[in-house]
């Protein structure tokens, strides 16, 4: 069973940078999980942050960024405000049209 | 506007069936593919299923939790995507979201959510 691990959760300082990252328990995440991104508010559909492992989708701040950081993806949010204190998701793409999601990491800015 | 708006949830006894909806506007319905993803309540995520464009044959895959259980379709002169739910347990419990690929193709790179819808409750009493 394919299992994708991400932190529960994180805490950064206002104007501070946070790196969320996103584990795959078969072996090391690759660009050719094309990992996406997914940030969301209590109550609220998910709003999609970043796809194929770096671009950022329509409106989402050049502060979010994409990556692969060793053998995860990550999620990098640079100069961190107050109003990014969201769940944020991951979703890799694992072949044969299947997609698993991350467990979610809450992020608390204070 | 892309606008996806899902029905059909209600409070139903383990062992039902139950079918959701999800009416999209805003787009050209049949070109692209639609996924449906749940949240049990105060929990994470979790893909259920995926259509392709019905000119690529509405190819369809589940998570394993469904498989068997669960059946998803398009009707595409409708605009609506469902999802036909059977055999219903507690874990079933969750807000189910449409969900479109940027794409009528299920391939890697254009396996991510451009849009969602704001969700529908299904509540399985057990």
């Known amino acids: 069973q394919t299992v994708v691990t991400q932190e529960p959760s994180f805490s950064v300082s206002p104007g501070g940078t946070v790196t969320l990252t996103c584990a795959l328990n078969?072996?090391?995440?690759?660009?050719?999980?094309?990992p996406s991104w997914y940030q969301q508010a209590p109550g609220q559909p998910p709003r999609t942050l970043i796809y194929?492992?770096?671009i950022r989708s329509s409106g989402v701040p050049d502060r979010f960024s994409g990556s692969i950081l060793g053998d995860r993806a990550a999620l990098t949010i640079t100069g961190a405000q107050a109003d990014d204190e969201f769940d944020y998701y991951c979703?890799?793409?694992?072949?044969?049209?299947?997609?698993?999601f991350g467990g979610g990491t809450t992020v608390t800015v204070l | 506007e892309v606008q996806l708006l899902e029905s059909g949830g209600t409070l139903i006894q383990s062992g039902g069936s139950l079918r959701l909806s999800c009416a999209a506007s805003?787009?050209?319905?049949?070109?692209?593919?639609f996924n449906w993803v749940r949240q049990p309540p105060g929990k994470g995520l979790e893909w259920v299923s995926v259509?392709?464009?019905?000119?690529?044959?509405?190819?369809?895959y589940y998570a394993d939790s469904v498989k068997g259980r669960f059946t998803i379709s398009r009707d595409d002169s409708r605009d609506t995507l469902y999802l036909h739910m059977k055999s219903l347990s507690a874990a079933d419990t969750a807000v189910y979201y449409c969900?479109?690929?940027?794409?009528?193709?299920?391939?890697?790179?254009?396996?991510?959510?451009?849009?969602w819808g704001q969700g529908t409750l299904v509540t399985v009493s057990s």
């Open positions: 259509i392709s464009g019905s000119d690529l044959g509405s190819v369809t």
């Open positions: 805003g787009f050209t319905f049949r070109d692209y593919s």
């Open positions: 969900a479109k690929f940027p794409s009528p193709r299920i391939r890697g790179d254009l396996n991510w959510f451009d849009s």
């Open positions: 979703v890799l793409y694992i072949g044969r049209g299947i997609s698993v």
């Open positions: 194929n492992t770096n």
């Open positions: 078969s072996g090391s995440v690759s660009t050719a999980n094309y």
